[in-house]
């Protein structure tokens, strides 16, 4: 009788087993499927990238593509909010010109930096001034009074505006090898230019206001064709503008040689006080452990010298894609599922820092968490990010993936946890499993991070599928699993420059009243 009971059982397991089985089977072929032949990839990221823009922290257009994800997911079925997690310097961007008018007249192109102080209607006109050699900082606060009525260059004239990979290509080597000591030579002589003045590029725009500046131009090179960085002004009250490293060049050799240019920048911006921020939480309720949690993670915010489509437009719908199939076809999932597209990642993670603090009951149910930032590319790279049995769960959720979203993709187990990079490590702080799905480059550093490229064009579609698929499959596997996921860390490595052991990252508080 006790051997009928056992094999009652093993027959009970075995059919349980091969049931779950067909049907994760048929639920990652209908994923498959209803992500090929009915993608929503393409309208998302026109309506988010082409027709609300770049999504800079305290913009309207911030707060613009907050209202639109959450109109969105509920036109899905799916619940969704916005969640108020602190404040921000409140800033809109208007028109930016700049044209030479002496000694000849042309257009130039460039653009204001985040937070950039406004002109007058009118404008301002001056005369440039580079940044002077000097001795010491003694002399440099005795030239600083030269600045007054002037606009002032604060970069490097860039020798070459050819990438590396352009001069490797068609140079000689002996050419290629010539240019690059001279650079590097150049670079060099700059940087004793900018330590001499006792300041660097983080602080000297302030000290150039107050010495009567005009205006500040820039230029941050990038390393690619048409590519420069665009971050913060950090002036109070006069403008700072970035051009293109053509133009920069130009207007800096003019200058350099006696030619006397003169510039006009109208850089038009509003000022619109202290401004709410906010994360966009969406929500589908889970049936069996409604209280244990996965989390498909992206920011949401980006600089805005583009639109943001590769940092982190495309994270953003991947991650929004994934929700809408898995609502579609599988609406009661096991346990719950948020989708978290964060505020202000860009300045320091806070958004999901703050969501974190304010979380605990989810953050200590968290099941996986699965972050996707990095540019438009495949994901290639998945790190256990330190947890000892990530291996585990992550490698069975995996095997449901189709060989063909994952033919490329390499994992790392256990790894090391992340100290910063993108908000999963504000999850893997606070000892959640939370994992980046990290992608593959696209020429993403030189081009599109952070960039005045980082535009719709710049989209690749095919592999931005590929991730929602493997998203939407990896959730559901997550979801589904039977078992809760481990959090024991693993042994951290020794830091072979201080011969100490890492620790594990501390939770770091988010900045809740920022930008001012």
Known sequence: MRKLKLLFTIYCLFAISTAFGQTSTEMVDAIVKEANDNSQLEPLAHELMDVIGPRLVGTPQMKKANDWAVAKFQSWG?????????????????????????????????????????????????ELMIIPEVEDSIAFQKWLPTVKGKIVLVSMNQPTGRPDYNWEEFATEESFEKMKTERDAQTEAWRARMNATGYNSRNINEVLENAGALAIVQSRWSNGFGANKIFSANTKNIPVVDLSLEDYGMIYRLTENGAKPKIKILAQSSELGTVPTFNTIATIKGT????????????????????????????????????????????????????????SEEQGLNGSRAFVEDHPEIVENVQAVFNQDNGTGRVVNISGQGFLHSYDYIGSWLEAVPREYKNELETNFPGTPSRGGSDYASFVAAGAPAFSLSSLSWSYWNYTWHTNLDTYDKIVFDDVRNNAILTAILTYMASEDDDTTARERAVLPTNRRTNEQYEWPEPRKANRDGGK
Do not use: C
């Open 288 to 343: 069996e452990k409604p209280e244990e949690y996965v989390i498909l993670s992206a920011h949401f915010d980006s600089w805005d010298g583009a639109t943001g489509a590769t940092d982190n437009g495309t994270g953003t719908i991947t991650m929004m894609e994934a929700a809408r199939i898995l609502k579609k076809l599988y609406p009661n999932p096991k346990r719950t599922i948020i989708v978290g597209l964060w505020g």
């Open 78 to 126: 799916i619940e969704a909010e916005n969640q108020e997690w602190g404040k921000w310097r409140g800033w809109e961007r208007g028109i930016t010109h700049v044209d030479l008018v002496e000694p000849r007249v042309v257009s130039l192109s460039g653009m204001q930096l985040a937070w950039s102080p406004s002109t007058s209607k009118k404008g301002v006109t001056a």
